[in-house]
């Protein structure tokens, strides 16, 4: 059955049940001309939304309309996480060809509906309107903070230590065989294809290191650790140094790099849409940071780098030698192509 034929108000209809997980606070939900809800008391509330384009952030027929769905509102929660906040409401606007056949947009809505009962997100509303070319998908997610509890960009100071809580690059590796199907898959390119296609937003971590204090300043990792990191200290108005030595190889990636002849390192450093998080934590906490993160979620996040009073980022080879890096991460209006990854190769033949 094709979008035209049952309507803007039947697909509404249609897609209307399930949406409110989570009733607290909710006066009216969709269906009205507007949401009603009650802001938890003692809270700040946050604002975040994500637009995705078919043919820039997706492309037909390579990722299913469920994990779309799934994916629309992941890449919302992830930024809830690096404020250290809890979601609380999504609204999903909708543009879309009348060709579409409305089972395919039931099945966005089902993973719409999946990630949003995995971390008690309501559904309330949005908006739906025909496009004459692309599939748009827009999510607006609202969370709450504690008063005063927000984690910012802005927080990070000179001689703080940073770090990770994903190994970068999946994503990428994962991007990268998606566009290169055609042959058998090996061992652990399933995993970086799901890397790419069902990314996990950290909320448990985000809102632990905010609690706790941990996270002086804090930020997702969506368009690349440089260029993401590069967000940060231009907020801070402090600079970074990340070592070599340091940075978390996923064994997956590794091999996948070998194989196609990739550059693992400016996978890991450039490559986007790994939905990590990146912050700093004041180096006499570093210790203490571990050991309750560890208790609480049975790892530890990577240590990196650190912040430091000389402005850039600096890359601090296993050598000793130093190089000075520069943003290659995803630029709306300055990247080419699709996407949020550079694939550099490596020299030599394959």
């Given at each position: ?285 570093t210790e203490e940071m571990e050991r309750r993160f560890e208790e609480r979620f049975g790892w530890r996040p990577w240590l990196v780098g650190e912040t430091t009073e000389e402005t850039g980022i600096f890359l601090i080879r296993e050598d000793g030698s130093r190089q000075s890096l520069a943003p290659e991460g995803w630029d709306h209006f300055r990247t080419s192509g699709f996407f ?11």
């Amino acid at each position: 059955m094709k979008l035209k034929d049952v309507g803007e108000f039947g697909f509404i209809h249609r897609i209307r049940k399930g949406g409110v997980i989570r009733p607290e606070g909710v006066v009216q939900g969709i269906g009205d001309d507007a949401s009603v809800f009650e802001p938890p008391p003692g809270h700040h509330l946050i604002l975040t939304t994500d637009m995705l384009v078919e043919g820039v952030h997706f492309l037909e027929g390579r990722i299913s309309m469920r994990l779309l769905g799934r994916k629309s509102l992941a890449v919302n929660l992830s930024d809830i996480a690096a404020m250290g906040g809890d979601p609380l409401d999504a609204y999903i606007s909708l543009a879309a060809p009348p060709h579409r056949e409305v089972e395919d947009l039931e099945a966005l809505y089902e993973g719409l509906r999946e990630m949003a009962s995995s971390y008690g997100v309501n559904l309330l509303g949005g908006d739906t309107t025909r496009s004459p070319g692309p599939l748009v998908i827009n999510v607006a997610l609202l969370g709450k903070v504690p008063r005063g509890g927000a984690v910012l960009r802005s927080g990070a100071r000179p001689g703080e230590s940073l770090y990770i809580t994903t190994r970068p690059g999946k994503a990428a590796a994962g991007l990268h065989l998606l566009l290169h199907e055609g042959r058998p898959r090996q061992d652990g390119e399933e995993r970086l294809l799901r890397a790419h296609l069902d990314p996990v937003p950290q909320i448990q971590e985000g809102r632990f290191l905010a609690r706790e204090g941990f996270a002086r300043a804090m930020i997702d990792l969506s368009d690349g650790l440089v260029s993401d990191l590069a967000h940060l200290c231009a907020a801070s108005g402090v600079g970074a140094s990340i070592e070599e030595a340091l940075l978390p190889v996923s064994e997956d990636l590794k091999a996948y790099a070998q194989r196609e002849r990739l550059d693992l390192y400016s996978l890991i450093l450039h490559g986007g849409e790994d939905y990590g998080l990146l912050f700093s934590v004041q180096r006499d906490r570093t210790e203490e940071m571990e050991r309750r993160f560890e208790e609480r979620f049975g790892w530890r996040p990577w240590l990196v780098g650190e912040t430091t009073e000389e402005t850039g980022i600096f890359l601090i080879r296993e050598d000793g030698s130093r190089q000075s890096l520069a943003p290659e991460g995803w630029d709306h209006f300055r990247t080419s192509g699709f996407f949020k990854t550079p694939f550099s190769r490596r020299p030599g033949p394959k």
